[in-house]
């Protein structure tokens, strides 16, 4: 047997999702998080075109692509880096800020690739709790530790759904020694961009990275393709441990058609808003308990763990999966991805029906 380096023998691989459909069922998975529908019509458009050319290296500056976005979002396209979802660049990140010795911090509920990320680089990962399934500023000032290089906040946070101000953020940074960075993770930042809170002006300040993706409001998580604004200093180190071209062709021409049809991705998220709003509404009204989301998801909680897992198994039987949430400390809780309204209805039908044959919510 040959040993892999200790760190990584010791820790636990990245939970996929299962999505083993019982035999003769529909499977209608909402269990990651895809957007509801597929992405914009001018996306099926850029990919013919992708496909006339794969004998050739993607671009591996990502040029057409990060213009658009600086064009979209008004910042720097020197400044953007593209990955491979942003899994990669959050990946990217740890390996090149931290190693054993480091520790990187996050929310106790925070989305779990954080705590894969971390552990990958032999760094030890750190939680601060929250309140409310909420991001609790001072409790994450009150962990850091010299040891600390990195804070990770997905905003609107992942499995909650929740969402912390700008004013938060702002306060959390100037917490923070100046030699930590924050990583404002806004994967579902679409979502929630009509509160106007940007958080692009961060970045300016050298210590704080923004990520974004086009696998959720954009619709294109098969394509893997993320985004993050850097300050100049933190993108030359990051680059070092990229995979170079590590945007394929057909992705990079995607999310650029998929990003100039910027009508397209707020009508996806005004129904999206549109579906949660009336789950929630529904689920409440059966007496669960759901906190508010601004994603394209929500958190239902559940009187125990045992709970949970029952109502998780009675959905399964009929081929509706949601997600456990034991890897990010909601062992109690289910995540339920906002899908297409029949898919929706089925699943609130389910959990009516569970709670009515004695199930605790
Ligand atoms: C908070 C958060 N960050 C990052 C990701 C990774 O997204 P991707 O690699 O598809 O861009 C996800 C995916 O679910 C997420 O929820």
Not at 65 to 83: K, M, P, Q, S
Not at 189 to 208: K, P, Q, S, Y
């Amino acid at each position: 047997m040959i040993p892999p380096v200790p760190h990584i023998g010791s820790m636990a691989g990245y939970a996929l999702a299962d999505l083993s459909a019982p035999a003769g069922k529909r499977l209608v998975s909402l269990s990651q998080n895809e957007s509801l529908r597929p992405p914009s019509p001018a996306v099926a458009e850029a990919l013919a075109r992708a496909a006339t050319s794969p004998q050739l290296y993607p671009d591996p500056d990502w040029t057409v692509l990060r213009e658009a976005i600086a064009d979209r979002h008004e910042v720097t396209a020197a400044n953007i880096l593209c990955g491979n979802g942003s899994l990669d660049l959050i990946g990217c990140l740890a390996r090149a800020y931290l190693d054993p010795g480091t520790a990187a911090l996050a929310p106790a509920h925070a989305y779990p690739f954080f705590r894969t990320a971390t552990q990958m680089t032999g760094a030890r990962f750190d939680t601060a709790s929250e309140t409310g399934a909420t991001v609790d500023v001072d409790a994450l000032l009150a962990q850091v530790t010299p040891e600390t290089r990195i804070v990770f906040v997905a905003n609107p946070g992942n499995p909650t759904g929740t969402r912390i101000s700008r004013a938060g953020l702002l306060r959390l940074r100037e917490g923070l020694p100046g030699d930590v960075m924050l990583v404002i993770d806004e994967a579902y930042g679409e979502f929630a961009d009509h509160l106007g809170e940007r958080m692009f002006d961060l970045v300016e300040r050298g210590d704080t990275v923004v990520l974004r993706t086009f696998s959720k409001a954009y619709g294109l998580a098969g394509m893997r393709v993320g985004w993050g604004l850097f300050p100049p200093a933190i993108a030359a180190e990051t680059r070092k441990v990229m995979n170079p071209n590590n945007v394929a062709l057909p992705g990079q021409m995607a999310a650029h058609a998929a990003l100039l049809d910027h009508d397209y991705m707020r009508e996806t998220c005004a129904q999206t808003a549109v579906l949660r709003d009336a789950f929630a509404t529904r689920l409440r009204a059966a007496g669960y308990e759901l906190h508010e989301s601004f994603t394209n998801f929500a958190l239902i909680r559940f009187a125990s763990p045992e709970a949970a897992e029952s109502a998780n198994r009675a959905l399964r039987t009929d081929g509706v999966f949601l997600r456990p949430q034991g890897g990010a400390g909601l062992p109690e809780c289910l995540r339920a991805t906002i899908s297409v309204a029949d898919d929706m209805d089925l699943a609130a039908s389910l959990l009516e029906d569970w709670a009515r044959n004695g199930g605790k919510r």
